[in-house]
T-cell receptor, first 113, second 112 residues
Framework: KQEVTQIPAALSVPEGENLVLNCSFTDSAIYNLQWFRQDPGKGLTSLLLIQSSQREQTSGRLNASLDKSSGRSTLYIAASQPGDSATYLCAAPNSGGYQKVTFGTGTKLQVIP | NAGVTQTPKFRILKIGQSMTLQCAQDMNHNYMYWYRQDPGMGLKLIYYSVGAGITDKGEVPNGYNVSRSTTEDFPLRLELAAPSQTSVYFC???????????FGSGTQLSVL
């Protein structure tokens, strides 16, 4: 059974700092991995989806990497801004397909002006 | 383009009452999912559907039922509500099951 862990649970950084959020998963036979952002009281917004054949995926100031062999993915946020404050979740597929994914419990990020 | 629309946004139920959470998507997605999110517990899959007329159980299906009569709609039915069903419920969809998941804004449900 897939297990997804995100450490730390919470992170507070000053504005402008570059930061890395971590995601680890136990079953490395995955076909992709997704990173999401969740604002308080809102739904999840997909940020990046990395296919198993890719090592990195970039969108603006966000860069996600995937290392299947070590069971790890990282989300790099460059030049953080107060508007980046949110909870970031990663999700990895379970075996059996149909995109039944397991979500991590998230890292709550606060960027201080 | 509305994406995934969930109604209602908030609801308070009494123990033993029933209700239906509505979910509709206008992206012609084949795959639809219902999750519940409890504080500190992450999201748990309740039911999912890979197309009209096809549904299957997820990780935590007890106390819930679903139907998928059209591609667009995937309602979640709560029968005999219990306090353990107090949670935030999210509907999600994707085109192929291997692509990005799109989420609705959620329904916050309290059972008292």
């Amino acid at each position: 059974k897939q297990e997804v862990t995100q450490i730390p649970a919470a992170l507070s950084v000053p504005e402008g700092e570059n930061l890395v959020l971590n995601c680890s998963f136990t079953d490395s036979a995955i076909y992709n991995l997704q990173w999401f952002r969740q604002d308080p009281g809102k739904g999840l917004t997909s940020l990046l989806l990395i296919q198993s054949s890719q090592r990195e995926q970039t969108s603006g100031r966000l860069n996600a990497s995937l290392d299947k062999s070590s069971g790890r993915s990282t989300l790099y946020i460059a030049a953080s801004q107060p508007g980046d404050s949110a909870t970031y979740l990663c999700a990895a597929p379970n075996s059996g397909g149909y995109q039944k994914v397991t979500f991590g419990t998230g890292t709550k990020l606060q960027v201080i002006p | 383009n509305a994406g995934v629309t969930q109604t209602p946004k908030f609801r308070i139920l009494k123990i033993g009452q029933s209700m239906t959470l509505q979910c509709a998507q206008d992206m012609n997605h084949n795959y639809m999912y219902w999750y519940r999110q409890d504080p500190g517990m992450g999201l748990k899959l309740i039911y999912y559907s890979v197309g009209a007329g096809i549904t299957d159980k997820g990780e935590v299906p007890n106390g819930y039922n679903v139907s998928r009569s059209t591609t667009e709609d995937f309602p979640l039915r709560l029968e005999l509500a219990a306090p353990s069903q107090t949670s935030v419920y999210f509907c999600a969809s994707s085109y192929s099951g291997y692509e990005k998941l799109f989420f609705g804004s959620g329904t916050q449900l309290s059972v008292l």
